[in-house]
């Protein structure tokens, strides 16, 4: 029994080629001991080799040089999860909704009282929590100091008037 050096296929030594691909039945010229190889004939080599009627093989090429600036290729099917942002601190919010209202209003002035402390006490939370509305926090700070000092100037204007 020989092994095809080609495909593997084992087949009768008898036999001039490979039955499944074809190739030459190698020649051996000596013995061939059990777990050797089987020695390549004279003259003639293993598929692959030169001297012998192989087809020639094309070419093998390097694969192309990777680009470290170029964007690693993408799964056009596979969407990214949406970035959501942190949430708005409640009491900022409501710390400019109560300037507002006490600006339009301009009759209660516990409405910006309790938005200025709204406002006040809000500023660390976004900081600890890393949430948003900073800005509406230092606007309700300042819209509600705004509209308690108009209050405070009226109120010692009514004194003022009183003595008199």
Not at 5 to 19: D, F, H, L, N, Q
Request: aromatic share 10%; with cysteine.
């Amino acid at each position: 029994m020989v092994q095809c050096s080609r495909c593997g296929t084992i087949y009768e030594e008898s036999a001039a080629y490979c039955p499944h691909c074809g190739a030459n039945a190698p020649v051996y010229s000596q013995p061939q001991e059990y777990g050797q190889p089987p020695a390549p004939p004279q003259g003639q080599g293993y598929p692959g080799q030169q001297g012998q009627n192989m087809p020639p093989q094309p070419p093998v090429y390097a694969p192309p040089p990777v680009n470290p600036y170029s964007r690693p290729p993408q799964n056009p099917y596979y969407m990214s999860p949406p970035i959501v942002p942190p949430p708005y601190n409640g009491m900022a919010v409501g710390g400019f909704v109560l300037s507002c209202v006490s600006l339009v209003l301009c009759c209660f002035p516990v409405t910006a009282l309790v938005g200025l402390v709204l406002s006040i006490i809000s500023l660390p939370q976004i900081d600890r929590r890393g949430e948003r509305g900073k800005g509406l926090a230092v606007a309700g700070i300042i819209l509600n100091a705004l509209v308690l000092l108009f209050w405070l100037l009226m109120f010692f204007l009514a004194m003022a008037d009183g003595l008199y």
